[in-house]
């Protein structure tokens, strides 16, 4: 689980965009942003688990905020404002405890917690339930069973030999707001507490509850983001995953189908039937860092280790397990004639189902062949129509003009004696033959005026749709030059920061956070260099691992300068870090806590020392346990008795 999603290829540059567009908090319109389906199973509301919602709620459900904007019936929300300080002025939300009931390890009923205002660090042995506390969270917040190293929900319930049969599991964390006051005091703001749930069952249905009260995921993520907890980029939540991916931003790790040579090509299927995806590492770190990414995989060593997608690890040892890997394998097959028979008589039934299904193929292609020509043929008609009707539309307004009858000449006796009656009533005859061998189309006119109605409605409709493409167009490119703007303003200023973070915890390095094209971010990508104390210019791909470590912290603290939030909880971010570093990295976070909420899982003392509040876990009987102390407390106990001592 990521904020941002690093992607290959590393040197000499890599990718953070459109990731990093969004670690600077630029959203994307929302009525553009893809839409996660609520299924239901039970009855109960199911979350769009796995992956940090894009999208809380309908379009009609969401309120529009002021100084967004609507495009084409697409709501585009402002532009958030960046926080750029460590600084909280205000109430703010903390978590005052978690409580898990039977979930993964943690049998029965079990508080983690109280935590403190500002720094409390979970300790505790490998393999005693620490990680757990960060998947309980991932649960509440909404992500599905492979993001929190599960097959399948059913899993999380916890199952122990003293604890068979338990058909649901819960997790609550507890929120509430405070007003900081001098020392490690506070207050309650009335009325601010509130819990969010989830629960699951054996049958792999979940719902979410407020305060007891059943709700979609959609309103745990609205109440959580009005709290500043924003769920979508995930400010708050730092994994050493998190950390890693940015050490081996990536790193050209193959596949292990494709290291394979087979003598006999056609068992290649097979091969790739059993092994995927899996890919090839290096030794257990690198295949961490790819495994528990923001894609799972399949992830094999060199020493034998394996990674599944599901989290689970096997192998390990003193003793390398190659096996076969890097060694020339072939491959022989076994014939069975029976086998053989009865498969090739299966394939003279399939390939006589498949001639048939061809067959029926052509019938259906023959008929849309005929109905394309018939498509065609009325599309020319229809063509030849609309033709006829702007002819005939132009002969009538060009009609020529055609002087009034003048009136009837009157004949005298002697010019009438001139006439041969007979002549004329031939005459007569004929004209009237000639009138109706004409055979006018006296509905003519009304057909005319018929499709001149028409024609102008649509020739409006055609204007009132290339007004409405000119506005959509003009506000797209408003809505690519503000998304420029902002993007590299915010950019400018982690940039800025990354600088002064790098120099604070190196004690005088130097980090450059450059654009690749300038012209153009969102395509190139950003270019990562750093300057250790006392060593030369160097791309973050050939750190090592500790200067790796702090190079990815600068960034992420960078990050959250621009928009921190109220509170952060970090995995295990010092696992890489020697004595020295531990304690600058340690001793800022320190400092920022002041103001805001640190829960920080952590195996070296130089780090948990620091914390106001420790939360010990350990196992006894397979089941994880907690309890928390003071050390404060125990320290002036401490000096109490010395004192004691002296005086004595």
């Not at 507490?193 to 719902?207: G, K, L, M």
């Not at 292990?256 to 006999?264: A, E, G, N, P, T």
Request: charge should be positive; aromatic fraction near 8%.
């Amino acid at each position: 689980m990521t904020a941002c999603r690093l992607y290959t290829p590393l040197p000499p540059t890599f990718r953070l965009v459109p990731e990093l567009e969004l670690a600077l908090l630029l959203r994307p319109p929302k009525g553009l942003s893809k839409k996660f389906p609520k299924p239901k199973e039970n009855g109960n509301s199911m979350p769009p688990a796995g992956r940090a919602p894009q999208q809380l709620s309908d379009e009609s459900e969401e309120e529009e905020e002021e100084g967004g904007r609507r495009i084409a019936g697409v709501y585009i929300p402002p532009a958030p404002v960046p926080i750029c300080s460590t600084e909280c002025v205000g109430p703010r939300l903390i978590i005052s405890k978690i409580v898990n009931e039977n979930f993964k390890s943690y049998a029965g009923r079990q508080v983690l917690g109280h935590f403190h205002k500002n720094f409390t660090s979970i300790i505790g042995p490998n393999g005693s339930g620490k990680s757990n506390v960060i998947d309980s969270m991932l649960f509440v917040f909404g992500y599905r069973a492979n993001k929190i190293r599960s097959k399948k929900l059913s899993v999380l319930i916890h199952k122990s030999e003293n604890h068979q049969n338990i058909r649901s599991a819960t997790v609550a964390v507890h929120f509430v707001r405070i007003n900081d006051l001098p020392g490690d005091d506070y207050e309650i703001i009335p009325n601010s507490e509130f819990v969010i749930s989830r629960t699951v069952f054996n049958d792999n249905t979940s719902y979410y509850c407020v305060d007891g009260k059943r709700v979609q995921f959609r309103e745990v993520a609205q109440i959580l983001r009005t709290h500043g907890i924003d769920l979508i980029h995930n400010r708050f939540l730092i994994l050493q995953v998190w950390i890693e991916n940015l050490k081996y931003l990536p790193q050209n790790i193959p596949r292990l189908f494709d290291l394979i040579r087979l003598q006999d090509e056609r068992m290649k299927p097979a091969f790739y039937f059993a092994l995927r995806n899996t890919l090839v590492a290096n030794d257990l770190n690198q295949a961490r860092s790819v495994a528990y990414g923001a894609t799972r995989y399949r992830v094999v060593t060199l020493e034998g280790e394996i990674i599944e997608i599901e989290g689970t690890m096997s192998g390990g040892g003193r003793e390398k397990r190659t096996g076969r890997m890097g060694r020339s394998a072939t491959v022989t097959t076994d014939e069975n004639p029976a086998e053989i028979a009865a498969m090739e008589s299966r394939l003279e039934e399939l390939g006589g189902r498949l001639a048939q299904t061809r067959d029926r193929i052509r019938n259906r292609e023959d008929t849309v062949s005929t109905l394309t020509r018939d498509t065609q043929k009325w599309k020319v008609e229809l063509s030849s129509a609309s033709n006829l009707i702007k002819l005939s539309k132009f002969k009538l307004h060009n009609l020529p003009f055609r002087p009034p009858p003048s009136e009837l000449k009157t004949y005298t006796l002697e010019e009438l004696s001139q006439f041969n009656e007979n002549e004329l009533e031939i005459a007569s005859i004929n004209c009237h033959d000639i009138l109706k061998k004409m055979k006018p189309n006296l509905s003519a006119i009304n057909d005319f005026n018929e499709k001149d109605a028409i024609y102008k409605t649509k020739c409006e409709e055609l204007d009132d749709v290339t007004n409405r493409r000119n506005e959509v167009r003009q506000g797209f490119e408003e809505v690519r030059k503000a998304r420029l703007s902002e993007f590299m303003e915010g950019f400018h200023i982690i940039s800025y920061k990354l600088k002064e973070m790098y120099q604070t915890i190196t004690l005088g390095g130097d980090a450059e956070f450059e654009l690749v094209d300038s012209l153009d971010p969102f395509v190139e990508g950003v270019s990562f260099s750093v300057r250790p104390p006392r060593k030369s210019w160097k791309n973050i791909s050939n750190l090592s691992g500790g200067e790796k470590t702090l190079s990815s912290l600068a960034l992420v603290f960078a990050l959250h300068y621009y928009k921190p939030s109220p509170l952060y909880v970090m995995d295990e971010i010092d696992a890489a870090l020697d004595f020295k570093n531990v304690s600058i990295v340690g001793n800022y976070i320190k400092e920022r806590t002041k103001n805001a909420q640190f829960i920080v899982i952590s195996l070296r003392s130089n780090m948990f020392e620091l914390a106001n509040h420790l939360v010990g876990i350990y196992k006894t009987n397979n089941c994880t346990k907690s309890c928390s102390i003071i050390p404060e407390k125990y320290a002036r106990m401490a000096e109490a008795q010395i004192e004691r001592g002296r005086s004595v």
